[in-house]
């Protein structure tokens, strides 16, 4: 069930319309937590199983991790929560991927090995389920909550339907203390939901797939070298698509939730106007960087190893980060650009700490120019189908194709440039507050004024289907 589709307008209506209606707390849990798996067995009604027992196998080691007196004990039910979520994706997202890489290796020292292929469809949301369910045994296991002696209510942390299957990463820590009683509405909260959802469907819709998406296929999927300038606007083009359409559905789930009652943490913070990398990965995706950090960098040691393991520890994060994306070695790629790129800014503030010239604006504007230019550097390998199509792409766009294609049109080169420059600017004047507090700001009629038009551009574009580009990780 896609936000983008009448389907879920209808669901959402009945479901908010019968939450609000019913009035013992329980009961509402019972309909959201229903709801919740109409909503995801809607793809494909078995792998709602494979969600329940995910999610109950981790309740029960929650318990006994939160149970164990003796270190070792915990540690071990502890492991045995993350070898068995790991195991689970690894099996259904990484076991081609994994079969294919062992047949190549073995290649190498002269053993011919077929491997079957496995037949397997990728249950929907399984990277953003698993991290749900996997961070509340690892937070039990960290002191920070306390296991819950409820499977309804873990059940329906794990599965609350406007984060299930696309984000952001909602931990269960952070979920269930707001399960604990019934839930009220705040004055405009139930508007400002509303607003939230019609914002996040305009990216989406209007954004990504009406003006961006068609510009960027045509590039990416074009077989033969194109010229400099389309190749920039192609990969130009991804850049503000992945950004509308993942923060699309993000703001989708964040207005869903407040109409519910619930409040889920921002997943994104005005990341074009990121100044540097780490700054970039505090304001994109940030329910992964901060699940990254605080489950695997810091444990691995953190910037507290001297300056070669702190290193170290980066690069292997962000590969990991890399392949949590998807099976191929573009996305490792993609992850492995993104660890250097930190290993390199640690090492420049470093050398430069007292700079005061770092603190300027002109700096930050270039500053912030380097970082969008080499996130689409590395945005190549992430949408590329292969690294030849990759490479294809990257000669282009350093002007290395003595003869390439001209594919796009100047209006298309327009309406890309036009849509990247407005991004960038809206994000650089917003980078140091909230969506929320500039709308605040603003008068009630220019807000009205802005909220029909977004409607009017979805009623007018209605839009293509298309699944949010998430949901295949």
Known sequence: MLFNSLTFVVFFVVVVGSYWLLRGWETRKNLLLAASYVFYGAWNPPFALLLFATTALDFWLGGRIGAAADPVARKRWMWASVASNLSMLGFFKYGNFLLENTQWLLARVGIAYQPPHLDLFLP??????????????????????????????????????????????????????QLGSARTLAPNQFAWGLFLMTLGMFQKIVLADTLLAPISDNVFG??????????????????????????????????????????????????????????FWRRWHISLSTFLRDFLYIPLGGNRVGAVRAALNLVIVMFLGGLWHGAAWTFVVWGLIHGLCLVVEHFFRTVTKDAAWKETLPANLVLCAITYVVVCIAWVFFRAANFEGAAM????????????????????????????????????????????????SKPSWLIGALWTVMLGAIILTQGSGNAFIYFQF
């Not at 300038?229 to 989708?252: E, H, N, P, R």
């Not at 619930?262 to 913070?269: G, Q, T």
């Not at 003869?403 to 600017?425: F, K, M, N, T």
């Open 393 to 440: 792409l990257l000669g282009a766009m350093a002007g290395k194709i003595p003869v390439g294609q001209a594919i796009l049109s100047g209006r298309e080169i327009l309406q890309v440039a036009l849509v990247i420059v407005g991004l960038w600017i809206f994000h650089w004047r917003l980078r140091d507050t909230s969506l929320e507090a500039a709308i605040a």
């Open 124 to 177: 929907i949301g399984i990277s953003f389920y698993t991290f749900h369910s996997l961070s509340y045994t690892l937070d039990v296991y960290r002191g920070v909550c306390a296991p819950t002696r409820s499977l309804r209510d873990f059940t329906l942390a794990v599965s609350f339907f406007p984060q299930l299957v696309a984000g952001p990463i909602v931990r269960a820590a952070d979920f269930l203390p």
């Open 222 to 279: 074009h077989p033969s070298p194109v010229l400099t300038l389309d190749a920039w606007a192609g990969v130009a083009a991804f850049s503000g698509q992945i950004f509308f359409d993942f923060s699309g559905y993000s703001t989708c789930a964040i207005g869903a939730a407040l109409c519910l009652g619930f409040h889920l943490k921002d997943n994104f913070l005005f990341p074009f106007a990121a100044v540097g990398f780490s700054d």
